[in-house]
Structures are given as C-alpha cells and as structure tokens.
C-alpha cells in the first residue's frame, strides 16, 4: 500500500475575482521509506500541497489517500481521527507547548494519536533517546536551543508511527549545523520507521538526504 497519494488535486484561495488557483491538478504518491523534497520559491504551492495532502485543506477537486483510505469522502470526525493517526507534522516553528516538559508534549501527541499510556512513554523513551534528548525529557521548551527544540518536534511527530510524516520548513530557522542534525534524525527515523516522508524547503543542505526532488512552480509540478 503506497501511504500518501494524490490524483489530479487542484486548490484555489479566495473567492470571486480574487480567486487565484493555488494547485493546478498535482498527482503524486510517495512510498512507505522515501525521503521526498518538495521545492520552489515561495508562492509556488508547496504550504497549500502540503496542507491538502494532510488533511487540513480541502481540495475543490481531485482525490487525497492517506495510509489507504481517501480523504474528504467521509464525515469531518473520521477524516480528523484518520488524519490524527497516518500523519505526523513538522513546521519551521516547533510549536511545542511551553507550560509541559518535553517529555509530557510527546505524550500529549501519543494521546491525540489514540495510543495507550504505556505505549507512549515507550515511543517517546525510544525517540528521545535516538536524538541524544533524553537527559532533556524533564525540561521546558524555553530552556532548549532552538536546534533542540526542533528535535523534540521531529519526536512529536513521530511517536504514534505514522505512515506520511509532513515537514513544512522544518530547518527555516536554524543555523547550518543545528539544521543539518535535524534534517538527518528526520531522515534516519523516517527510514527506521518506514515513514513516507515530504519536506517543503529552500534549505539545498537538506538535498543530501532525498530519495527524490520534486519541483513546483506557479502550483504545478515541472518535469
């Protein structure tokens, strides 16, 4: 089963004669392992693209499948508890919680996710350590770095498993080094966790690590 598939999905915003088609008919898939880069200035689509293909945007036409099952067909609460457990998020913030430690904002997410405690703590042990963050688990968010706090989000989002894991600028904000360790744990976890995985960037230190670029331009994918 291929986790993320779009079929000719198109997106405008705004309505009347401010209307501007944001996708023009994008059919991708991506495999459970891969490590796809999603390129282009800024405009070109590559939020919207990435929105639709989670599940937070509604495409005026076109097909979105996560993990097997379409998207948009079925009543708004089962395309929230599907999209809560095939797809994991990362964005140029880490958007962590600042009144809970690292450790309680990765369980939080396991919850959301629909795990059991003890499962949780177990994934959330097991990422923390992998990204050397385990000694941090009892911090808060203001008391990291903003490469660390980047790391903790990459965990976040990979706690409960997901088949597609989304990342929209996730080195945006970090130096050449801290970017670079960020881009390699998703990378590394992805592959561990046979995670399909697309990053939204202009950060060319992350090209490196792809399976394979994708470039969009005015809302369609060039050749």
Do not use: W
């Not at 590559?46 to 293909?53: F, I, S, W």
């Not at 990362?90 to 809970?100: D, G, I, K, M, T």
């Not at 970090?174 to 881009?183: F, P």
Request: with cysteine; proline share 4%; charged share 25%.
């Amino acid at each position: 089963m291929i986790p993320l598939v779009l079929d000719g999905v198109s997106k405008t915003r705004g309505q009347g004669p401010r209307a501007v088609k944001v996708l023009h008919e994008i059919s991708l898939s991506v495999n459970a392992g891969e490590f796809v880069l999603l390129e282009g200035p800024s405009g070109s689509g590559k939020t919207t693209l990435l929105a639709v293909a989670g599940g937070i945007l509604t495409p005026e036409s076109g097909k979105v499948f996560l993990d097997g099952h379409q998207l948009h067909g079925n009543s708004r609460g089962l395309d929230r508890r599907r999209r809560a457990k095939a797809v994991g998020l990362v964005f140029q913030r880490s958007n962590l919680l600042p009144q809970l430690s690292i450790r309680e904002n990765l369980l939080l997410m396991g919850r959301i996710a629909g795990l059991k405690f003890e499962e949780a703590c177990r994934e959330a042990e097991d990422l923390l350590r992998r990204l050397d963050l385990l000694k941090l688990k009892d911090r808060y968010p203001h008391e990291l770095s903003c490469g660390e706090e980047q790391r903790v989000a990459v965990a976040r989002a990979l706690i409960h498993r997901p088949p597609v894991v989304l990342a929209d600028e996730p080195t945006g904000n970090l130096d050449s080094r801290a970017g670079q360790i960020v881009a390699e744990s998703l990378a590394e976890l992805a592959k561990v966790r046979n995670s399909a995985v697309v990053v939204a960037t202009h950060d060319i230190r992350i090209a490196s690590f792809a399976s394979r670029r994708i470039k969009i331009e005015d809302g369609r994918i060039q050749p």
